[in-house]
């Protein structure tokens, strides 16, 4: 059986998402998926898939993967390979914007257009079991596979394991990250990513922007916080609910490094946090310091050497290899 992998590139600056998408490339072809290179420009994507990759599709069969991160052109790449009768079609998806932003449903078209194009799957990668109850929901009936939580590629070694200092860290576009404007917390939380014209509040102190590849060097607080939405009392508005559903990409970036996470606990990482015991839950930001004052330094070691047996799994790409092998 043919394995091809339809490969898309993220975008080229210090964004999260663009990691995760250029490391499913890289764990792919590490499993022995043949690649079909697309442009990276939009203009010259489109062109692509209207005259080249239609010739291209037609010559396979097997079972090809392509990374469902949304927009016009998806639409096209689904209809050309459905075409192909000997070649089964797996999304990996990436973000549903019927959930992120859509969640209320004002634009029932987008949700629709979402659903419409799962249905054309004969496998679907879902990021958590929430989100593939709601496709289930949606009347989504392929195979469908949990990912759980992002792998991340990194050759550099784990984090040093520093004093335990209640130190805390979060990584992320801050622009987008409105609790921290309203942020009144005791705990000092040490700031990393892009950040335009936003005053921080005074316990929040940012350390700079660097690229997915570098800030897993520059964070050295004891634990990464995964949090969203408009609030520090609980997870609230379109972003925080998404976390009920999402699978954010710190998770892995703080795991890889082998820094233990602090987590909603409504989050759907929150399953995977509990599991390997690589973390703690939280209702509310409120709580963190006196959590974190409550946690000897031998229990935060073995926090430590969990959150490093669950980073080693990610290196090597363990959560996809696992999430393909329910599909294929």
């Not at 559903?245 to 892995?252: E, L």
């Not at 990482?269 to 000897?296: M, Q």
Request: proline letters at 3%; charged letters at 25%; aromatic letters at 10%.
């Amino acid at each position: 059986m043919g394995k091809y992998l339809l490969e898309v590139h993220g975008w080229t600056k210090n964004d999260g998402g663009s990691k995760a998408i250029n490391d499913v490339n890289y764990f792919l072809k590490k499993l022995g998926f043949i690649n079909i290179q697309s442009p990276n420009s939009k203009g010259k994507k489109a062109l692509y898939l209207l005259t080249k990759f239609p010739y291209e599709i037609k010559k396979l069969s097997g079972i090809i993967v392509v990374q469902f991160t949304g927009g016009k052109l998806q639409k096209r790449i689904a209809k050309v390979i459905k075409k192909n009768k000997r070649l089964k079609l797996i999304y990996i998806i990436h973000d549903l914007e019927a959930l992120r932003y859509n969640s209320d449903n004002h634009d029932p078209k987008l949700t629709q257009e979402e659903i419409d194009l799962m249905k054309e799957a004969d496998g679907i990668i879902s990021l958590s079991q929430p989100m593939t109850d709601w496709l289930r929901k949606q009347g989504v009936q392929c195979k469908i596979g949990n990912l759980g939580m992002w792998d991340y590629f990194t050759t550099k070694p784990f984090v040093d394991e520093n004093n335990y200092d209640y130190s805390v860290c979060f990584a992320g576009n801050l622009n987008k990250s409105e609790f921290l404007r309203t942020y009144t917390g005791n705990q000092k939380i040490s700031c990393y990513g892009t950040l335009n014209n936003v005053e921080l509040p005074p316990n929040l102190i940012y350390k700079g922007v660097f690229s997915p590849d570098d800030v897993s060097q520059k964070i050295k607080e004891n634990f990464g916080l995964i949090w969203d939405g408009g609030s520090s009392e609980t997870c609230s508005g379109k972003a925080g609910e998404y976390l009920k559903y999402n699978s954010p990409h710190k998770t892995a970036l703080y795991l890889s490094s082998g820094i233990p996470v602090i987590v909603w606990e409504n989050a759907a990482v929150a399953e995977y946090v509990k599991k390997y015991d690589c973390g703690i839950l939280i209702k509310s930001l409120g709580e963190i310091d006196i959590r974190l004052k409550s946690i000897a330094q031998d229990q935060y070691s073995e926090l430590v050497h969990n959150a490093q047996l669950v980073g080693e799994q990610m290196r090597s790409g363990k959560f996809l290899k696992d999430a393909l092998e329910n599909l294929i």
